[in-house]
C-alpha cells in the first residue's frame, strides 16, 4: 500500500496493492497491522457504512461533534469527488480543504480523521461508496457545513450539472456559523 500525503496533515490517500491477471484483481481493502505501521495511527471502525447514489447527487459536508468519527472512505463502482473540511479551530488549516477522485478505477481511499466534515459528488452515472467509521452514527449529533460556503471554497466539478441535495444538505450553515471543534 502507498500512502500519499495531502495538503492537509492527517488527511491521506492510500493506494491499495492489486494484484491482477486476465481473471481480475485482489486487493486488501483493509489491514489494521498494515495501516497502523504506515500511518503511524492505530483506528478501530465500529461501523461499515455504503452509499449509493446517481450522478450529481452532492452529499455533505457532514460532520458529528460530541460523537466524531475518523473516516476510510472508498468507491467500489463509479467515480465521486471526495471531499474533506478541516473544522479544527485549533489547526494551522482551520476552513481549509481537501478534494480527491475516488473511483473503481483508481481503488484509492481516503482517510479522514475525526474533526473534518465530509462530503462528495457523484461524478458517474452512479456510484457505490463505502466508508468504515470510527465511532457511531449518531442522527441527533449530526450538522452540516454548506457545500457552496464561499468562506470554504470547494472547487465542486459540478460541470454545468446542478447538484442534487437534500433537503438538510440545502440548510447547512456557512463556516461563520458552523458549530466547530476546539
Given at each position: 500500500m502507498?500512502?500519499?500525503?495531502t495538503s492537509i496533515a492527517g488527511l491521506l490517500i492510500l493506494e491499495p496493492r492489486l494484484f491482477g491477471d486476465e481473471r481480475g484483481?485482489?486487493?486488501?481493502?483493509?489491514?489494521?497491522?498494515?495501516?497502523a505501521d504506515l500511518t503511524g495511527l492505530q483506528v478501530s471502525f465500529v461501523q461499515d457504512n455504503h452509499s449509493?447514489?446517481?450522478?450529481?447527487?452532492?452529499?455533505?459536508l457532514h460532520y458529528?461533534?460530541?460523537?466524531p468519527q475518523g473516516k476510510l472512505v472508498r468507491v467500489?463502482?463509479?467515480?465521486?469527488?471526495?471531499?474533506?473540511?478541516d473544522l479544527r479551530r485549533s489547526s494551522p488549516s482551520f476552513g481549509r480543504w481537501v478534494g480527491v477522485e475516488l473511483s473503481a478505477e483508481n481503488h484509492r481511499q481516503?482517510?479522514?480523521p475525526a474533526g473534518f466534515a465530509h462530503g462528495f459528488f457523484v461524478l458517474s452515472q452512479s456510484a457505490d461508496l463505502f466508508y468504515k467509521a470510527t465511532d457511531y452514527y449518531a442522527p441527533d449529533d449530526e450538522y452540516c457545513l454548506a457545500w457552496d460556503d464561499p468562506g470554504v471554497g470547494v472547487k465542486w466539478p459540478t460541470e454545468g450539472i446542478e447538484?442534487?441535495?437534500?433537503?438538510?444538505?440545502?440548510?447547512?450553515?456557512?463556516?461563520?456559523?458552523?458549530?466547530t471543534f476546539s
Open positions: 502507498n500512502v500519499v500525503a484483481f485482489f486487493m486488501e481493502s483493509f489491514n489494521a497491522r498494515t495501516f449509493r447514489s446517481q450522478r450529481g447527487v452532492l452529499r455533505g458529528q461533534l460530541n460523537q467500489a463502482s463509479g467515480r465521486v469527488f471526495d471531499v474533506a473540511v481516503f482517510w479522514i447538484p442534487l441535495l437534500s433537503v438538510r444538505d440545502r440548510a447547512g450553515k456557512s463556516l461563520a456559523d458552523a458549530r
